[in-house]
Structures are given as C-alpha cells and as structure tokens.
C-alpha cells in the first residue's frame, strides 16, 4: 500500500516563504511524476506544479517565478518550495503522484491528505 504525506504548511506573513514536503511511502517500483494541488474554500482543486519523469517542470501562472517543485530521489520525496508568497495562495495543499508498485502493475494515482497554508498578516 502506498501513502503520501505532506508536511510543511502553516501560517505565514505576506512576502513570507514556506517549504511542503511530500513523503511516499510503501510498495513503490518507481515514481512516474508527481505534483503539487491546492484547493482554497469554496474553489474547486487546482494544479500548482508538476514534475514529470523527464523533468519537465510545469507551473501554474499564479505561481511562476515564485514556487519550486524538486524532487529527492533518494527518499522518495518531492518539495515545494514557495516564495514571496500572497493571501491568494492560502489553501490546503496536496501532493500527489503516479506511482508504478511494482515492475508488472501499471501506474496508480495517490494522494495526500493535505496541509493548510495560510498567508495572512
């Protein structure tokens, strides 16, 4: 069994930086691509960044300049990495990932729990 989990998020100042980081964990063969959601109250659930198995990195405009994706391939982590961040950004972020659990089985979609980041002075 498979399972993300995500750590990182708080309470944050405007302008302020946060670092989210998503563990996997369990039966994984490998890690196809992995990425960042977030969904704020009353919105629906948004792509913020995505790392794909051949490193193409893809960022939501709302985002770009100011947040990282990267990705730990040792311990089977990914970061996000956020700066300069708005109240616009406060959300609960996600982490999710397709994940191979072993070499014959095809690819799965998991997702985290979530963790609140709020942005507010």
Sequence with gaps: QVQLMESGGGLVQPGGSLRLTCAATGRIFSINSMGWFR?????????????????????????????????????????????????????????????????????QTYWGRGTQVTVSS
């Excluded at 985002?63 to 994706?69: H, N, Q």
Aim: proline share 6%.
């Design 39 to 107: 969904q704020a109250p009353g919105k629906q659930r948004e792509p913020v960044a995505t790392l794909a198995s051949d490193f193409t990195q893809k960022y939501a405009d709302s985002v770009k300049g100011r947040f990282t994706i990267s990705r730990d391939y040792a311990e089977n982590t990914w970061i996000l990495q956020m700066h300069d961040l708005k109240p616009e950004d406060t959300a609960v972020y996600y982490c999710n990932a397709d994940i191979f659990p072993s070499r014959i089985s095809n690819s």
